[in-house]
């Protein structure tokens, strides 16, 4: 199993940065994709960003403003997030998909418990 591990989250104000930071541990052989999704409330969870062989993809909501980033030798992942607004508040969650030791090859998708960000006007 993976285990995934957020922190970072917190309360700004509008115009500010916090980055995120999320630690895989387990019984990992590889991490295929790492990513950041994010639910507000009375919303479905989304997609903020996310990292693959070393390219990334973004949310259109977030280009320009957020950098995810991968340290490959730690098996961590990072979210910089800069000019929060307060639609950005949310619970951000790290996801990744990974083959675990004696898991026949396969990958699986596992989820962090999320972080809370919220963004005060």
């Known amino acids: 199993q993976v285990q995934l591990v957020e922190s970072g989250g917190g309360l700004v104000q509008a115009g500010g940065s916090l980055r995120l930071s999320c630690a895989a541990s387990?019984?990992?052989?590889?991490?295929?994709?790492m990513a950041w999704y994010r639910q507000a409330p009375g919303k479905e969870r989304e997609l903020v960003a996310g990292?693959?062989?070393?390219?990334?993809n973004y949310a259109d909501s977030v280009k320009g403003r957020f950098t995810i980033s991968r340290d490959y030798h730690r098996d961590k992942v990072y979210l910089e997030m800069n000019d929060l607004t307060p639609e950005d508040t949310a619970v951000y969650y790290c996801?990744?998909?990974?083959?675990?030791?004696?898991?026949?090859?396969?990958?699986?998708?596992?989820w962090g418990q999320g972080t809370q960000v919220t963004v005060s006007s």
């Open positions: 990292i693959r062989d070393g390219t990334s």
């Open positions: 996801f990744a998909q990974a083959v675990i030791e004696g898991g026949g090859g396969y990958d699986y998708d596992y």
């Open positions: 387990g019984s990992i052989y590889s991490i295929v994709a």
